[in-house]
Every structure is written in C-alpha cells, then in structure tokens.
C-alpha cells in the first residue's frame, strides 16, 4: 500500500493523477494526524483557498496565485516551518500537498463553498462547491470552513444561511470544526464590500454563533478591526483571525496580530497571501514571526 511517506515532488503530481488516482484515497487513509490543538491551545494554519473563487491578486499582482507550482512551493515552505499548525484548502490543493507528503502532523480544514466568484454577479452566491461534512470526515480531515456573507440587500442570504447552518449541523455530527467565517457586505458600484467597522462585524458574529443545530464545534473567522476587545466580547466562541488582503507595511500587521492575540477568545491566525507572498518574498521568515506571536517562541 502507498503511505505518505512515498512524498511526490510537484512535477510528478499531474503524472499521479493520471496514473494513481487512488494514491490520494490511500494517502488521506495513511496520513499521520495530531490534535486539533496543543497545549497552548492556539493554532496557526496558512490560508490556501482563494484561488478557487477566482482570487489570485495580492497587492498590485492581479495574478500572484496563478501559478499552482509556485504555490505549492510557497505551501510547503509554510507547512515545514515550526509552529506552523496546518492549512486550509479546498480538495485539490490539499490532495497535491498530501501527496508530497506536506499533511502528516497538520491540521487539514476543507474549503467548502467557493461558488461566489469575486467580481461575478453572483458573488453574494456562496454556494457550497467544494468540501461536503461526509468528505471530510472520511478522508481524516479536521476541520470545514465556510465563508457567510450576509448582505440585507440580497435575498439570496437566506441560502447562504440556511447552508451554513446545514453545514454546522453536519461537521459537528462527524465531531470535528465548523469554521464559519462571516461578514455583513454591501454592494456598492457593481463590487461587493465587507463591513470592516466594530459593530457591522459585532452584528455578524451573533448571526454565524447562532448557526445550526448545535455550537459544539463551531469556531470562527474574522477579520482584525478596530476596538477589537469590544467586538470579542460578542462571543465564547473559540476565535481565528485573518490576514485579508495584505496593504499596509508588514511590521504594522504583526503588531495588530500581536495586540489581538492578547484577548482571550482569539485562539490563533488563519493567514494566506500575507505569509505566502511577503513583500521582501521571504515566505520562511514572514512564517517564523506570525508563528511566534502565535505560540510565543521564535525558532
């Protein structure tokens, strides 16, 4: 039987696909897990979902994500790092690091809805595409997340709702995270827009608390905002929070990691381009400092 220990390198991947498909059903069978959490309690997983909604921009590269080598490349350099917990991905990004061997040890949450595509008119759409609650679990997966995007505008919400809250159901049937990742949005000028201030994000976090039928494994995702005590104080619920789209100066984005990781609901970062796509390209460095704001340890 293939194992995980038989680590493909990325020019053999498509090969593997074509010739071995099953090797992703062994691997996932195979594959070393670990504790959802260690003993700090605290998490750092690399963000690695974008793509499959369309999102390949960082900062002024509209196509940074294009490249699937380069990525995973950029992945595994991530993944290798101490302190570094694991990923989120939707399958096939999660299938290519399993076979070369990047999972073993790692915390692996499923993407689940990727169908608003950004830009699209559908964008509010968020339909589950990705990762089903059975996939998941039969695979050994950790976790599932969801991004809910909740706009007063756009009677299509109410399906986003009533999918997530299935989803939360579900996940936590099969005993494992429900990752919802909530926003209230507003379309303004044909582009969708996050509501990024205090109370807008305060308002979102009791709509995705009170999703499904149980709360038991719920965890949530959410962005870095101003008077962020105040906004924590919303929830019990066991917190992760984004990177986002990285803007400002790297230095300036530790520091707030740094300030919100002092609340005690914040339980660690669910970070992508910021990490995978430094400005100095030094995805190994930009890792060991979010790992240790995290964990409180440099390597």
Known sequence: ??????????????????????????GWAARRRRELVGEDGRLLIVAADHPARGALGVRDDRHAMASRSNLLERLATAL??????????????????????ALDDKVAIGSMNRGGLQGSVFELDDRFTAYTAEEIASSGLDGGKMLTRICYGDPGTVATLEASARAVTDLAEQGVMAMVEPFLSVRQDGRVRNLLDPDSTITSIHIAAGLGATSRHTWLKLPVVDELERVMDATTLPTLLLGGDPSGHPDETYAAWGRALDLPAVRGLVVGRALLFPPDGDVAAAVDIAAGLVHGTRP
């Not at 991947?13 to 099953?22: A, C, H, K, Y």
């Open 1 to 26: 039987m293939t194992t995980t220990s038989s680590r493909a390198g990325i020019a053999e991947l498509t090969e593997i696909r074509v010739r071995e498909p099953g090797r992703i059903t062994e």
């Open 80 to 101: 290798s790092r101490p302190g570094v917990d694991g990923v989120l991905g939707t399958p096939d990004i999660l299938d290519d690091l399993l076979l070369m061997g």
